[in-house]
């Protein structure tokens, strides 16, 4: 079996022998020496065959891509400019590959999405494309780790319901046998009803779906996203969380993925706090820019392009106006017409919405109703208010784009390992 990773191979000692597995990325045979450059999910390293091996007849019969298990001994001057190399004494074919490749590894050739996203076990073989991924990864764990540190619970909650979280029509529908029900739009009514239960601190990271018809790079209509509760707690307090996670979670990248800074546009942990500016401040200067934008409504993606030139990178957009926040948005104390709400934005992106919530039963029982919802399908959500419900706050944040935009992505399609959008079910 396997005894050690391509990266690891520089800290052994030259002589010592060694089983690597991997893919065969490229072969090359000469007259009297032959080399596969092998590759595994931690890099490349030159295998080298010498005439006499009795697998050198062997390499004319790999094709790229093949699996291969090889082993050898560490020579004591490494001739590869890989820096790696591993001279070989055995050899066997695990898997052949089949030609030609559905999607290349190392051409230089430009492949349109559909055909890269029909084989993405393949397109993800590509380093730049599977580094995305090691990030994603790394970038999750800080925010996870720092929330564990800080007291919260990870939870999980159910994606079917049978009411909208937040109104609208942006749900898919699914029959759950005589019943229609819906796929979770947020797991914000459960995450409330968990504060309710006791639990001061939750997390969840999941699943969520929106039946959005947006084709565009930006929108995914199945996404992961990061959501916490806090009890006794205000929207400063959630906004202090969620620009403390971030900046854990692009630390904890940053140190433990080799290239990331190289790939990011972050390139240090981020200071923290990040600035704010205020809905109404937004809408002045719009007003100011010549953009035709109306107090109440939301901002559209001209005004946020103005908005994001005056801001680095993290900002907050603070006090959102009743008209276009969710029905369990609190109110700021002296202006009804504004809530104690936040969008976090990277320049023009939002990526994260959070606010103070309602915590009163007959106030948050009129809010549905104003929003044209049926108060009575959200009577197992009302009555958790009614036994002593504390102030709370929150936010949901959405991983793939959050690695867009921190890694400069064109398409948060990228940042999907199986995209789900308007027109992709496969694979």
Not at 10 to 34: D, F, P, Y
Not at 312 to 319: A, G, H, K, T, V
Request: glycine share 6%.
């Amino acid at each position: 079996m396997k005894t050690v990773f391509v990266k690891d191979v520089n800290k052994l000692t030259s002589g010592e022998s060694i089983t690597l597995m991997g893919w065969a990325q490229e072969i090359r045979v000469m007259k009297n020496i032959g080399f596969i450059i092998l590759r595994d999910s931690s890099g490349l390293i030159q295998a080298t065959f010498r005439k006499e091996n009795k697998h050198f007849a062997d390499l004319t019969n790999i094709t790229r891509e093949s699996v291969v298990s090889i082993t050898g001994k560490i020579p004591e001057k490494v001739m590869s400019k890989l820096g790696m190399e591993i001279v070989v004494d055995s050899m066997e074919i695990l898997n052949r590959a089949e030609v030609p490749l559905p999607v290349g590894i190392v051409d230089e050739v430009e492949v349109d999405f559909d055909t890269r996203f029909n084989n993405r076990f393949m397109d993800l073989r590509k380093p730049e494309h599977h580094r995305i991924f090691i990030i994603k990864s790394a970038l999750l764990w800080g925010i996870r780790n720092y929330l564990m540190n800080k007291g919260f619970t990870e939870v999980q909650t159910p994606k079917t319901v049978s009411a909208a979280t937040e109104g609208g029509a942006e749900l898919f529908g699914v029959k759950y046998f005589e019943k229609d029900i819906f796929l979770n739009q947020s797991p914000q009514l459960y995450k409330e009803m968990l504060i309710a239960s006791g639990i001061e601190k939750v997390f969840e990271v999941g699943p969520a779906f929106r039946a959005e018809e947006h084709n565009t790079p930006r929108h995914l209509n199945e996404f992961t996203s990061i959501d916490i509760e806090m009890a006794f707690s205000n929207h400063e307090d959630a906004m202090k969380m969620l620009e403390e996670s971030i900046a854990a979670g692009v630390e904890n990248f940053l140190n433990n993925v080799p290239e990331a800074k190289e790939v990011s546009l972050v390139k240090e942990k981020p200071v923290t706090p990040f600035p704010r500016i205020t809905y109404s401040e937004c809408v002045k200067i719009l007003k100011q820019e010549g953009v035709d934008q109306k107090d109440g409504e939301d901002l559209n993606n001209e005004g946020l392009k103005i908005i994001g030139k005056r801001f680095e990178n993290f900002y907050f957009i603070i006090n959102w106006p009743t008209t276009v926040r969710p029905f369990y948005t609190a109110t700021l104390d002296d202006n009804k017409n504004f809530t104690k709400s936040y969008d976090l934005q990277f320049k023009e992106i939002e990526l994260t919405s959070g606010a103070q919530r309602v915590h009163n039963p007959d106030e948050l029982k009129s809010r549905i109703e104003e929003k044209g919802l049926n108060s009575d399908n959200f009577e197992f959500y009302l009555r958790t208010f009614r036994y002593g419900m504390p102030p709370h706050a929150g936010w949901g944040l959405g991983l793939e784009r959050l690695t867009q935009v921190i890694l400069g992505l064109n398409n948060i399609r990228e940042a999907s390992l199986f995209p789900r959008d308007r027109t992709r079910v496969f694979p």
